[in-house]
């Protein structure tokens, strides 16, 4: 399970509140849009080894969003081309090289959430947050699907899951409602 990281802002990134997230800064027109949305990849200053910045990170995700393909059977369904192996795919293989590197210099560290007892990765910057993000998708074959109402990514819990949250179902309800009020007073 990937923790929380929280920026120098104070905003946390969470996968279970920001499901995507990786998939999120790769969809972004340009890295400069990414760069400005979610700010700096690096907490401080890292050594020559980490010198890549926003736009080879998200040229990096970019080429990762290739392994999801459209579900021919469900029109707004991504899903995994396959079980990615490692050795077999060159965007696999950078996102493993790279957290293996971020493992080494304790950027991406293994800890203990003592309310669940469970193993937990712990993400020191963003940078780290969203590989391991990324490694988590492809290792967990996870699909997605963009929400009905804000368009966002997000990783349905049933087949049918329309919406990334209550409040996204809510609003395309007072949506369609509106419309159809709309088109009876227009008879």
Same mark, same amino acid.
């Given at each position: 399970?990937? +923790?929380?990281?929280?920026?120098? %802002?104070?905003?946390?990134?969470?996968?279970?509140?920001?499901?995507?997230?990786?998939? +999120?800064?790769?969809?972004?027109? %340009?890295w400069q849009d990414a760069q400005s949305q979610f700010g700096p990849l690096d907490n401080v200053v890292l050594p020559?080894?980490?010198a890549e910045n926003w736009q080879q990170m998200h040229t990096r995700l970019g080429t990762v969003t290739k392994l999801w393909r459209l579900s021919a059977e469900d029109s707004t369904l991504y899903q995994p081309i396959a079980r990615i192996k490692v050795r077999q795919n060159a965007a696999a293989q950078s996102i493993h090289a790279a957290l293996l590197a971020m493992i080494s210099q304790r950027l991406l560290t293994v800890g203990i959430d003592f309310g669940t007892w469970r193993p937990e990765l712990r993400a020191d910057s963003l940078r780290a947050f969203l590989l391991a993000d990324c490694a988590t998708a492809i290792g967990e074959a996870v699909s997605y699907r963009r929400c009905g109402q804000c368009r966002e990514?997000?990783?349905?819990?049933?087949?049918?899951?329309?919406?990334?949250?209550?409040?996204?179902?809510?609003?395309?309800?007072a949506a369609r409602q509106a419309r159809l009020a709309t088109r009876s007073r227009d008879r």
């Open positions: 399970m990937l +923790r929380t990281w929280v920026r120098d %802002s104070g905003e946390r990134y969470d996968p279970s509140i920001v499901p995507a997230f990786w998939r +999120r800064v790769a969809d972004q027109p %340009s020559e080894i980490w990514w997000f990783t349905p819990g049933r087949a049918d899951a329309r919406f990334c949250s209550a409040a996204c179902k809510q609003a395309a309800w």
